[in-house]
Every structure is written in C-alpha cells, then in structure tokens.
C-alpha cells in the first residue's frame, strides 16, 4: 500500500505490473536501433510481413474464407491455425507475404487481425562476436541509464548490449520506447468491453538510431563458411580494407549461445601467442637498424637451442631463412641488436602498432573513450610477472625475437600491421562503423579516419619487408608456397607457435595481403588448436579466391 511504486529492494513498480498482467501485447519492433552493413543491408535484425492475431478477439464473425483466399491457404486450415494460439502471435506461414496481400488483410478491418512489418533479432550465430548480443541486466539500466529509468523512457526490463557492439554502441542503440498492439483484459483473460486493441508506437519518428557499419555482409558470410568448411573449432579470422583501413569481417571461433556468452569471448581481440609471425617485427628492426646482410648465412641445421633441427634447412641468408621460417636466424639477428639497444623489441614491436589499441577510440559526446571493439586487448613483450632480467639470457632473447616465451598479440594487431605494410608505412586506427545515423537517414555522428601513432619505419624498410613477405610464397621453400595456386600474388608470414605446459595443440597464423603488387585487403587466419593439420592457408586461400572474384565480378558489372 505504501511502497506502490518501489516494493522491496528489487524496487518494483506494483502499479505496471499489475497493468503488464492484464494486458495482452504483440511487439512489432523492440524499438532498439539496429545495425547495417556497408552496403546498407540488415545485420542485427530480420523485418518480415506477418500476420498478427490476437486469438481471444477470434469469433465466428471473422470471414475465414476471404482470409484464407488472400493467404492462398484453405479457411480451415486458417480457423485450425488462429484455435491453436493462447496468446497474440504471428501466424506461422509457408510463404512470404506480399506487401499487396499486407495490404488486402488490412483493408478487411478486423479487430484483432493486423499485416505487420514485424522485426527480430537475428540469430545469434552470424557475425557472433563482433556484433554481440543483447539481453536483460537490470543492474546495468539503473547504473547506466537511471536518468532514462526516472523519465519511463527504458524500464528494468529493457534489453541491453551484453558484448560486442551491441556493447558499445548501446548508447545510441538503447530503446527509446517499443512499437506494440495491445489490448487489456480481464482476469479471465476476456477482452475489457469498450477497449480496443491499441497501437503504441515511439513518440519520436527519428528513432530508432541505427549504426552503418563497415561489414561487408556477403564477406562475412565468406570467412564463417571457410572456418565452419575447414573445420577451425578455436581460432578466426579478421578481414581488413587496406585503402580505408575498414572492418570488412571479423569471425572467432567458438561460437557463442545465450547461455555461453561470457565463456567464449572474442579471440580475434585477445592476445594470442603469435610464433614466427613476430619475425616480422624483429626482421624491421634488423632492416632498420642496417644489420641485415645478405651475403650473411645462417645455420639453420640447428635450432635455437643450437640442437639439430628437425627440418635441416642447411645455410640460409635472412631471406631465405624468413620465407623457410627459420629460428635460428632471427634468434642470433635479435642477440646481435640486443646487445646495443636492450629494449629494440619492445621499441620495434610499438612502431608496428603491436603494443597499442588497434580499434578506432575517440570522444564522442559524452563519452570520453569511445570504441568500436568490446574489450580489445593489447599485446605485450615480457610477462608482468617476471623480472626484466630474466630476458638477458640469449636464449629468453632468441624465444621473445620468434614470437615464443611471453610474446601475445591480437590477431586484429597483426591485420592492421599487414595493412600497414601493403601501404608502405601509413598506420590508422581500424573502423568497424561508419556512422550512427537517425531512422530518416540523417547523420547524428560520422567516425573519421584515425592515424594511429607517429612512430613510422622508412620507406625502405617497409620496401623490405614487403619483400620478404612475398617471398614467403615465391620461394619454392617458402611455408607459403602453397598459396601460389591462386590467380593472384599473396603476401604474408605463417606461424607457429608451441603453447607449452605440456600442451600438445599449437597456434597456427597466416597472415598477409592481396593481392601483392596493388594491396587491396589484408587477411589473417588463426587456428588456436593446430594438430598436425594446416587449416590456416587452406581457410585463407578459399577466402583470399572468393572474395577477389566478387570483387573482379562487381567492377565489371
């Protein structure tokens, strides 16, 4: 009697609830914004033509015959259909309807019959990760949104982001009020006489916002059919613009449920230990730094415990010895340079943007830091845990220089490092969106390019590297030889990387861009539970071949 509004300490309003329990609603739209790809199709959400009935308004009044000859089914079966609902509900059709038959069930005016553009959360699965999932967190509406909470724009039972961009984006894409038919009743359940089946919409026509991102849909589709066809369980892949620097697909494996959301997070970023994929950082410092000969070789017979190796790859020069992925090599190289420049990996692995956020982060509006990626990691040398002289030993050196010891990076670090590289040096900030715009079209926020450090390598060394990287699949020896069955040139670096603890899985890498002489996307590929299978070059040929082929179809159109 006292405490209506606000019972107990769950602060319930008593008054709505006893409202939602004699009402009867259908929800056309949830009123929460929504998210498009670059192309400007649906991600997040699927509008379909339905048919809305509410049962309990059902008489044998209602002209069963001209409904079921404008959904082209027998009236019986229209009559079976409508008996089976306890509540209101759309009718489950075999096929679309058309706006015209929309609009002909509508023209009959029966109260408690609607054709209704109705939208829906997609399935999980598609673009899991990086478009996330929304769900109910009451705690988070009164932390985040008490000022909406006291003006009845959200209530405690308004959907929010739980991860990805429904995460960060859900400022703009929180509902500002749902679009429902409803209609109140009885405690029998029998319509109140006089009441009508109401439609209540959102007061305001510029909402809700919606977020054009910078996913290409047919891409994304690309990468999750690679993965699932190859059979990558732990791992993804992470597909970049290099001319716009732009998300164009992000996919990690495993999937995540409802009930699993914060138990498979997003290893594309997250740090992963990257193996001989780092070669690249030590092989720019050795370039930049002028210790690179090539006249020089190297005994790459034995490994960096100066054991024989199992691969007997003989004497090989830094070339050779990056394109066959030999140890050796870049484990003396990094013992060369440590000697006169102790923090050279740290300072090499920083310029390459390994060490930084790599998503696009900003102040807008009120949020001071902004960004497009939930929970982006960044990546680290040496562990936390252990003293910097631990790293003295040439062996802990030769470790950290091939991506082994302590050594995590992002996977989505490593593709925008690649995209850097195709541009000879120019590093920004990835984008996975474009803009947020009001539901008329009308921009509210545009995400401008974000250049991403002034730490740049020379023009010549980025030259080199573009090099070695090719080279890794030109040279008949190279661990990426296989991709030279493509139509057309890929640069890029594999790696593998030992888990240790016993661990008898391996990471796998192949990260690169294509097409080599005139670079139009980077790609990386990640198998985190490599057996004795290469899934990473197959999963990045197929996707490298059939997205070059869309896009040679498109500009021939």
Not at 63 to 86: F, R, Y
Not at 98 to 116: C, F, H, R, T, V
Not at 285 to 309: F, H, M, P, T
Not at 368 to 376: R, V
């Amino acid at each position: 009697m006292i405490s209506t509004k606000s019972f107990s300490k769950n602060k319930v309003n008593l008054i709505q609830e006893s409202v939602d329990q004699r009402t009867h609603r259908f929800t056309i739209n949830d009123g929460r914004g929504y998210f498009l790809d670059r192309n400007g199709e649906l991600l997040s959400t699927d509008v379909k033509p339905q048919v809305v009935v509410f049962p309990n308004l059902f008489t044998s009044n209602w002209p069963v015959a001209t409904i079921g000859n404008i959904l082209q089914i027998p009236a019986e079966d229209v009559a079976k259909m409508i008996g089976q609902l306890k509540k209101p509900s759309a009718l489950s059709l075999q096929k679309e309807l058309s706006l015209d038959q929309m609009n002909d069930i509508n023209k009959l005016e029966i109260p408690g019959l609607y054709a209704q553009l109705v939208t829906r959360r997609k399935p999980i699965p598609f673009a899991n990760h990086i478009i996330g999932a929304v769900g109910q967190d009451p705690d988070l509406i009164k932390r985040k949104y008490g000022d909406k909470l006291e003006k009845g724009t959200v209530t405690t039972s308004t959907k929010t982001g739980k991860n990805g961009m429904q995460y960060t984006f859900d400022p703009f894409l929180i509902s500002e009020g749902e679009t429902q038919y409803i209609y109140h009743v009885d405690r029998q359940g029998h319509p109140l006489l006089g009441l009508d089946v109401k439609y209540r919409s959102q007061t305001n026509p510029l909402y809700p916002l919606y977020v054009k991102t910078t996913i290409d849909k047919k891409m994304q589709e690309t990468v999750e059919n690679a993965l699932d066809v190859h059979g990558i369980k732990d791992g993804g892949a992470v597909l970049l613009d290099i001319e716009s620097n732009e998300l164009l697909s992000m996919a990690s494996r495993p999937l995540f449920t409802s009930k699993t959301i914060f138990n498979h997070g997003n290893n594309m970023t997250s740090q992963q230990i990257p193996g001989s994929v780092f070669k690249i950082v030590t092989a720019a410092a050795a370039i930049e730094e002028n210790r690179v000969q090539n006249v020089k070789k190297y005994d790459c017979s034995l490994n960096i415990y100066g054991e024989k190796d199992e691969r007997q790859l003989g004497n090989l020069n830094v070339e050779d010895s990056f394109a066959q992925s030999c140890n050796k090599t870049f484990g003396e190289l990094a013992n060369e340079m440590i000697r006169t420049n102790p923090d050279f990996i740290e300072k090499y692995a920083e310029k390459m943007g390994l060490l930084h956020y790599n998503g696009w982060q900003g102040e807008v509006y009120h949020l001071n830091s902004f960004t497009h990626f939930y929970q982006e990691e960044i990546g680290q040398i040496y562990s936390s845990k252990k003293k910097h002289s631990h790293y003295q030993s040439s062996l802990a050196v030769s470790q950290t220089a091939i991506g082994q010891l302590d050594v995590k990076i992002t996977p989505l670090a490593v593709a925008n490092m690649m995209a850097t590289i195709a541009r000879g040096g120019e590093r920004y900030e990835v984008k996975a969106a474009k803009s947020v715009n009001f539901a008329n079209g009308t921009e509210l926020i545009e995400f401008e390019d974000h250049t991403a450090g002034d730490q740049k390598l020379s023009s010549y060394t980025m030259m080199r590297l573009q090099s070695l990287l090719l080279n890794v699949v030109k040279n008949e020896s190279g661990t990426g030889h296989a991709l030279q069955a493509l139509p057309f040139q890929v640069a890029g670096k594999s790696g593998t990387a030992e888990k240790g603890e016993g661990n008898s899985l391996n990471n796998k890498w192949f990260a690169g861009y294509f097409p080599a002489e005139q670079p139009r996307f980077a790609l990386v590929v990640v198998d985190l539970k490599h057996d004795k299978t290469n899934r990473t070059i197959p999963v990045f040929a197929d996707i490298a071949n059939e997205i070059m082929n869309d896009a040679n179809k498109s500009e021939h159109k």
